[in-house]
T-cell receptor, first 114, second 114 residues
Framework: RKEVEQDPGPFNVPEGATVAFNCTYS??????FFWYRQDCRKEPKLLMS???SGNEDGRFTAQLNRASQYISLLIRDSKLSDSATYLC???????????????FGKGTHLIIQP | NAGVTQTPKFQVLKTGQSMTLQCAQD?????MYWYRQDPGMGLRLIYY???????DKGEVPNGYNVSRLNKREFSLRLESAAPSQTSVYFC?????????????FGAGSRLTVL
């Protein structure tokens, strides 16, 4: 079983819609979870960390489901500028692990259509 | 505020040639990383340096060497390039401690080996 799995998409979504995608991880001891965003031919950039209680940043909401071992990202009122690839990132080293323990998913490609 | 700077941005090599990718960060980060990104494979860690003077292998180190020249600079060397090393290479850096999982990436170096 792959360590971090994402639906590659593409997800084609009309502007203004709500879109959500999940990411599953295999290591139940994982403690740290993140969403990174990568624009076409650019470097990945941190979008948000994912906390146990869930967290929200403007139109973006991230949640963690430890029992089912997945994290989710919800984007409300989607904008054209949200078009990108969203990378799920999990630290397999557990709490306090360094970034060398980070495992990247292959990404979900999101296209917001006008 | 430059962040992480990589050079060169593009390079074409012939099989068997050698080259060095340069990376420098100006954020006073302790840890630095080299990743490669291939279509359908996601980001994979090649080597990392948790602090100045130390380097460790990541997931895919074969065919590469690294040097942590000082706190700012971390270079990646291909001694004898192979077509399988055609990829996009990203350098990244992070703080230690609670900031360890937040990576700041360079803009990437696109390498083609013929």
């Amino acid at each position: 079983r792959k360590e971090v799995e994402q639906d590659p998409g593409p997800f084609n979504v009309p502007e203004g819609a709500t879109v959500a995608f999940n990411c599953t991880y295999s290591n139940s001891a994982s403690q740290s979870f993140f969403w990174y965003r990568q624009d076409c031919r650019k470097e990945p950039k941190l979008l948000m960390s994912v906390y146990s209680s869930g967290n929200e940043d403007g139109r973006f909401t991230a949640q963690l489901n430890r029992a089912s071992q997945y994290i989710s990202l919800l984007i409300r009122d989607s904008k054209l500028s949200d078009s990108a690839t969203y990378l799920c990132v999990v630290n397999m080293q557990g709490s306090g692990g360094g970034a060398d323990g980070l495992t990247f998913g292959k990404g979900t490609h999101l296209i917001i259509q006008p | 505020n430059a962040g992480v700077t990589q050079t060169p941005k593009f390079q074409v090599l012939k099989t068997g040639q050698s080259m060095t990718l340069q990376c420098a960060q100006d954020m006073n980060h302790n840890s630095m990383y080299w990743y490669r990104q291939d279509p359908g494979m996601g980001l994979r860690l090649i080597y990392y340096s948790a602090s100045e003077g130390t380097t460790d292998k990541g997931e895919v180190p074969n065919g590469y060497n690294v040097s942590r020249l000082n706190k700012r600079e971390f270079s990646l060397r291909l001694e004898s390039a192979a077509p399988s090393q055609t990829s996009v290479y990203f350098c990244a850096s992070s703080q230690q401690g609670t900031g360890a999982n937040v990576l700041t990436f360079g803009a990437g170096s696109r390498l083609t080996v013929l």
